[in-house]
């Protein structure tokens, strides 16, 4: 047996899988084994030659021993079968965070349901706008102070060409357009000359309504806006009904609804009062129906407007006006929803 190649087998051997290190153990490290054979030939051996061979037949099995151990190191570990797995129903299961709605979305979302549930279906119109929708065709004196650059956002003063700063003006692009009986919803953004603060901003939102149909009167008009903000609000919330004035309605008011942080008892947003405004509304100025080809004689209509922004800040308790549009992400977190992605 030559111990050469036998050096070169152990040092050369690829010993990769479990099956092929067994084989190398036991051709190398056995009994039975080809060197376990040379080791039982040594005694036979004449001295002078036996001496050296043991020491070389040694080294070999050193060799062997170290050449398993060092394959036994590297090799991959053994793929374990799976044991069987169980779905455990006590584990909570994972949330996944979806997108949350703007606060103000929810809200409009909700006034927009609860009208349409009463036949109103919704309208659109451009924030940018003219003066005749802004302010003429809604019966504004050609000297009211709203019309003033003061109070409105002029983009071309001379051309009358403005951001609009009511929702009123879709009333107007509407009447225009389709013949009564009309009942539209006109959710929009709105712009104002104003001093950012906690109270005002110089956009916001708004919803307008408007209805004009052949029998209408202001019953009509408060059965309508009773049952939306007792919908929005609730069942308990009491109402208070102002005489007001706005330039597009004969007869004006105002609605107030309780206060919802203190209950009537007075706080700071109630401002003591035990009321919030919530809306305006009235009949139809004749001379708004007449402006847009309608017959007064024929026709009657109410028309409501609303700040989503004061709603959204009632019903959530939000302090100030500037949280809707600084996009704090710990502010519109606390509106998001979580939802399991099964
Ligand atoms: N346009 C009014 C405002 O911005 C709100 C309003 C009041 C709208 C009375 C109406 C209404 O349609 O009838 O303050």
């Known amino acids: 047996m030559n111990l050469e190649s036998l050096a070169q087998e152990i ?30 030939e040594l005694p036979y051996l004449p001295p002078e030659v036996r001496k050296e061979r043991g020491k070389v037949l040694n ?45 103000l ?20 119109g451009p924030e940018i706008e003219d003066e005749w929708h802004n302010f003429s065709a809604l019966n504004f004196e050609p000297d009211h ?6 109070d409105t956002f002029f983009i071309e003063p001379e051309k009358g060409i403005l951001l609009r700063t009511h929702t009123s003006t879709v009333q107007i692009r509407v009447m225009e357009k389709q013949k009564p009986p009309l009942r539209i919803l006109a959710p929009g953004r709105v712009y104002r000359h104003e001093t950012i603060s906690a109270r005002s901003h110089v956009y916001f939102h708004q919803v307008e ?35 007001s004035y706005f330039p597009f309605t004969e ?57 989503v922004e004061r709603l959204t800040q009632l019903l959530y308790n939000i302090p100030d006006i500037r949280l809707f549009s600084q996009n704090d992400i710990r502010f519109l977190k606390s509106f998001q929803t979580y939802a399991p992605l099964l």
């Not at 190191?73 to 703007?102: K, L, M, N, Q, W």
């Not at 309780?258 to 509304?281: A, D, H, N, T």
């Open 11 to 40: 040092s050369e051997s690829i010993l990769d899988t479990p099956e092929k290190r067994a084989a190398f153990q036991r051709r190398f490290l056995r009994k039975g084994g080809v060197l376990d054979g040379l080791f039982a």
């Open 59 to 103: 080294a070999l099995r050193q060799a062997a021993q170290r050449r398993l151990e060092e394959a036994e190191r590297t090799a991959p570990s053994p793929v374990e079968p799976s044991p069987r797995r169980y779905a455990d129903p006590t584990f909570p299961h994972v949330i996944y965070a979806s997108g949350g709605r703007h606060p």
């Open 105 to 124: 979305s929810i809200v409009e979302r909700r006034i927009i349901r609860l009208f349409q549930r009463m036949g109103y279906s919704l309208a659109e």
């Open 145 to 150: 102070p709203a019309r003033d650059m003061q």
């Open 209 to 243: 309504g408007l209805c004009v149909e052949e029998d209408l009167s202001a019953a009509d008009l408060k059965a309508t806006l009773t049952y939306f903000l007792k919908g929005l609000f609730g069942e308990s919330i009491r109402l208070r009904w102002r005489a």
């Open 251 to 307: 007869m004006s008011a105002e609605v107030d609804v309780s206060c919802l942080i203190c209950g009537g008892e007075g706080c700071s947003v109630c401002k003591q009062s035990g009321w919030v405004e919530v809306l305006g509304c009235g009949m139809v100025d004749p001379n708004v129906l007449s402006a847009c080809g309608i017959d007064p004689q024929k026709y009657r209509g109410f028309a409501f407007g609303l700040g």
